[in-house]
Structure formats: C-alpha cells, structure tokens
C-alpha cells in the first residue's frame, strides 16, 4: 500500500490593508496543483468573496482574484502549514503541522476577524492557537465551508453565502446586503 503524500500550504496572501483573515484548513488536490487558492473551480469561495462585494461574476485571471480579495481587506491563508493526506478531504488529513498564526496577526495588526472556513480550519486553529492573546483578541467566526460537497444544511452556493454574508456581514464593512 502506497502512503498519502505531505501536502504543503501556499504563503499567505496579505497585506497592511487587510481586515478580515480567512483560514481555510489546506489547500485540495486541485489548488495544489494549480498553485492557487481556492483553485478548484467548482468551489464556492471566489463567488462568495465577490457576491459578499455586489459583483456577480469572479474575475478570470487569479492575480485579479488575489487583487480584489486585498482591495476589500481580506487576507488568505489556512490553518496547516503541511499534513500528509492522500485527496482533498479533509477527514483524511494527519500528522499536521500547523501555520503560525499568531505570528502573521503580530506582523498584521489590524487584522480584527478571523473568518475560519470550515470546522476542520476552526478546530485547528483553536486546538493550537485559541489561548494564544493574538488570536483571543480577535472575533473568530467559524464559517461553512466554501466546498462544494454538499452537506444537511448547506447544499450549494446559495445557502452558503447566505450564512457568509450574515456572519460577516457585522463585522466588515462594504459587504454587500443584496
């Protein structure tokens, strides 16, 4: 039986303007590949960040994406810096490494939301940082993920931005109320 490979995480996309740190838990086969966030196309994540802005369609190109995202405040990063996991489920990641969250926050403090993508990015960010003052100084909000497997509750991009736009809604401004 062959083993899963270790997967590594990208470095974060971020910047002095960003407000909003979104953490997903590590990137899928797809982004992998592609060297891109959220790069599977099917994924709900760059519909939802542009819906949250009142802009209907995603821009094509994924600098413009990684653009838009820092325009509107919006950091990106994930929760695990390397794990071995043989797919994209998240069910199936082990031995995990985590990123250094608290040190990007220090590095970035006008960070105020951490916006966790899923409960696997949630669970391991407060498994390993959630006493860290850093992270306890901020709002975390532990978002559904932006996959597009469907789950009881959220079935499709629809219910998903639906339950974004009023978790974040609160706590960023210029999200859109459309």
């Not at 094509?60 to 994930?78: C, K, M, P, T, V």
């Not at 797919?87 to 082990?94: H, T």
């Not at 960070?111 to 006493?131: D, P, T, Y």
Request: aromatic fraction near 8%.
């Amino acid at each position: 039986m062959e083993s899963a490979p270790r997967v590594h995480s990208f470095p974060p996309v971020v910047d002095d303007r960003s407000r909003c740190l979104v953490l997903g838990s590590m990137p899928g086969v797809a982004s992998l590949q592609l060297h891109q966030y959220y790069g599977n196309a099917r994924n709900y994540f760059w519909p939802i960040l542009f819906a949250l802005h009142g802009v209907p369609a995603v821009d094509e190109r994924y600098e413009d994406r990684l653009a838009f995202a820092l325009a509107h405040g919006f950091a990106i990063w994930d929760t695990i810096a390397s794990c071995v996991r043989a797919g994209s489920l998240d069910s199936e990641i082990r031995d995990l490494l985590p990123n250094d969250v608290p040190e990007l926050l220090r590095a970035y403090p006008g960070i105020s939301v951490i916006a966790c993508n899923g409960a696997k990015s949630h669970g391991e960010l407060m498994r390993h940082f959630g006493a860290a003052p850093e992270v306890q100084a901020r709002t975390v909000l532990r978002l559904p993920s932006t996959s597009p497997i469907p789950t009881p509750k959220y079935r499709g991009l629809e219910d998903r931005l639906a339950a974004w736009r009023e978790l974040l809604a609160p706590r960023i401004e210029g999200i859109a109320d459309t």
